[in-house]
């Protein structure tokens, strides 16, 4: 074989390797946005199941708050029911403003505050909300990541071969936070 | 540099610079080893590699273990501090690594450490004393510097640089002893030194060889240092925590009593440097420095 067949051929299997390269990566960063969404769903999951413990604890000191019970189990089970990044973090909005409204009635009962049970409950809860929240952080930088890889040259050339598409970031509408209070003066 | 993203960028890149002139520095010492030498210089650079890999890649290893049994940390599970443990979980979540194993050391001086050779073999530790020191907010941001270290493999990255700084020592010091002992001898035998000149330069640069590889060392740890600050940014989005962390280390004038070398690197803050001032061999960058390299970072963000 003379040089200039040799040149074709290193090109050929630089441009395969290029090919690869960027196909990998791509599958890659599609598949940490999966199992960065899984692992919000897991924290979600394991919120879900503190409900019912510290529903109970509340309820042994302020029986008759049903009307914030009765929330509370209501975005439970829509948490369940729901399916894909838009419905999950809307569901999780709402168990974070139910869960919110919980916390809040509970500081009218001192001796529920002072409970032992209670406060290891807070601990785990609080800390539970924390990973939530740092697992919707960690899915949002792999999206980034992915959707500026798919816009980006060269990515955006092998975006369609690798069968990989834009993903949405996960958005929690938080009612609490946007509606301003309507403040009367008279 | 306000920004979180970009100062973990310049820090790497310099971090490889350091890492390419250790390079050169490696070269050069080897260049000078053949000159002044001859060809008696050959079996000697394997040996000196050799001796440096052997004691720095035996330690990064089983780094997790040895580092655990230096410092008599003690590993806990979820109920022996379940703030602590939940706060470092916490993280792991926002790094996308896998949960390393936490361990607290009985001592009073504020201080943490990580280690470990991979993410899955990481181990970070807490002395008693930053755990009763610090609050929620600042011990987050001194785990999140820590679970840096472990996200940007820095118990590899120090690896690479100690065996490059040991192994020039090693081979400056062996080229310099025979020298000492066979004398006069070495230009009959070898003949390697034709050129005075050539000789003279090559004893100066085997002299300062290993010097430059020190400094470049600490250079690097220092880049690792506040890439690890940076990244820890990164991990919390709140600066504020860490750099709280930091003005406590500062006001507290306690060290801890682990004053061995060779575990130095891996503290949050350094146990042998003088924290107020910088000298070109610490191994942290100044804590003033790093404070204010955050509070850019909270008026950025």
Not at chain 1, 111 to 135: H, M, P, V
């Amino acid at each position: 074989m003379n040089t200039s067949t040799w040149i074709v051929l290193g090109v050929v299997v630089l441009a395969v390797l290029f090919i690869v390269g960027q196909y990998n990566s791509l599958v890659r960063l599609n598949v940490g946005v999966d199992e960065a969404f899984a692992q919000i769903e897991v924290q979600l999951q394991r919120r879900s199941d503190l409900v019912p413990n510290l529903v109970e604890t509340v309820k042994g000191y302020a029986a008759h708050e049903s009307a914030t019970f009765e929330k509370v189990v209501a975005a439970r089970a829509k948490a369940t029911a729901a399916q894909g990044v838009e419905a999950v973090a809307e569901a999780d909005g709402s168990m974070t403003q139910a869960l919110r409204g919980l916390l809040a009635v509970s500081e009218a009962y001192p001796d529920l505050k002072a409970s032992e049970n209670f406060r290891a409950l807070q601990e785990e809860l609080s800390s539970t909300e924390n990973k939530i929240g740092f697992a919707r952080q960690y899915y949002n930088d792999n999206v980034r990541s992915l959707n500026a890889k798919i816009v980006a040259i060269p990515g955006r050339f092998f975006a369609g071969m690798a069968k990989v598409v834009a993903r949405p970031f996960y958005e929690v509408t938080d009612p609490g936070k946007r509606d301003v209070p309507a403040v009367s003066f008279s | 540099m306000a920004d979180f993203r970009a100062a973990q960028q310049q820090n790497r890149t310099k971090t490889w610079v350091m890492l390419g002139l250790m390079g050169s520095v490696t070269a050069i010492a080897f260049y000078a080893a053949a000159v002044f030498m001859g060809s008696s210089s050959v079996g000697i650079v394997p040996i000196a590699v050799g001796i440096a890999l052997a004691g720095v890649w035996g330690s990064y290893y089983g780094s997790d273990k040895l580092v655990l049994a230096m410092t008599g940390a003690r590993v806990i599970s979820h109920d022996d501090a379940p703030q602590l443990f939940n706060l470092v979980e916490e993280l792991t979540l926002a790094a996308g690594l896998p949960m390393p194993k936490v361990a607290i050391v009985e001592d009073n001086a504020p201080n943490a450490f990580a280690t470990g050779r991979d993410p899955e073999h990481a181990v970070i530790a807490f002395t008693s004393g930053i755990l009763r020191s610090m609050d929620r907010e600042q011990l987050q941001g001194v785990a999140a510097h820590e679970l840096a270290h472990v996200a940007n493999r820095d118990t590899l990255v120090m690896a690479v640089a100690a065996t490059t700084a040991g192994a020039i020592a090693i081979l400056s010091d062996m080229v310099l002893r025979v020298t000492f002992w066979t004398g006069g001898n070495r230009d009959n035998n070898n003949g390697g030194g034709g050129n005075p000149v050539a000789v003279i330069a090559a004893l100066i640069a085997l002299i300062l060889a290993p010097i430059a590889a020190l400094l470049l060392k600490s250079a690097v740890s220092r880049k690792r240092e506040s890439l690890a600050d940076a990244t820890a940014v990164a991990f919390t989005r709140n600066p504020a925590g860490l750099r709280k962390a930091l003005e406590v280390l500062a006001s507290d004038s306690t060290v801890v009593h682990q004053k061995s070398n060779s575990v130095a690197h891996v503290w949050i803050e350094s146990p042998l440097d003088n924290s107020t001032t910088s000298n070109l061999f610490s191994t942290h960058p100044p804590l003033s420095e790093r404070i204010a390299i955050l509070k850019q970072m909270e008026q950025g963000g």
